[in-house]
């Protein structure tokens, strides 16, 4: 069983930036993929940027493509998402979610939510315009 919890989540203006982190538990973060979705009310849970167990494969949204980034620090158990030029309509509860490791190469990522085995309770975001 795999326990995650994100932090870094908060009130930011428009334009500004801010740092999720996702803590995992256990020995065999290195070898689970990571994701980040989030849900804003009233809509569905999207996807929003996933990494691989190794690191060398990122893929993001085409929403956030080139103002998010998505990394991790296999040594902290720890994944992270850089959140820069925030829009009112990144508002939202962020989730960080895990998936156990199935893939021998490192370089893939998974973007659908059913991908995924384990996830966290929520950060939320709030982009004031």
């Known amino acids: 069983q795999v326990q995650l919890v994100e932090s870094g989540g908060g009130l930011v203006q428009a334009g500004g930036s801010l740092r999720l982190s996702c803590a995992a538990s256990?020995?065999?973060?290195?070898?689970?993929?990571m994701g980040w979705f989030r849900q804003a009310p009233g809509k569905e849970r999207e996807f929003v940027a996933a990494?691989?167990?190794?690191?060398?494969?990122?893929g993001y949204a085409d929403s956030v493509k080139g103002r998010f980034t998505i990394s991790r620090d296999n040594a902290k158990n720890t994944v992270y998402l850089q959140m820069n030029s925030l829009k009112p309509e990144d508002t939202a509860v962020y989730y960080c979610?895990?998936?156990?490791?199935?893939?021998?190469?490192?370089?893939?990522?998974?973007?659908?939510?059913?991908?995924?085995?384990?996830w966290g309770q929520g950060t939320q975001v709030t982009v004031s315009s």
């Open positions: 979610a895990a998936r156990r490791g199935t893939d021998f190469s490192g370089r893939t990522y998974y973007t659908g939510g059913p991908d995924y085995d384990y």
């Open positions: 256990g020995r065999t973060f290195s070898t689970y993929a």
């Open positions: 990494i691989s167990w190794s690191g060398g494969s990122t």
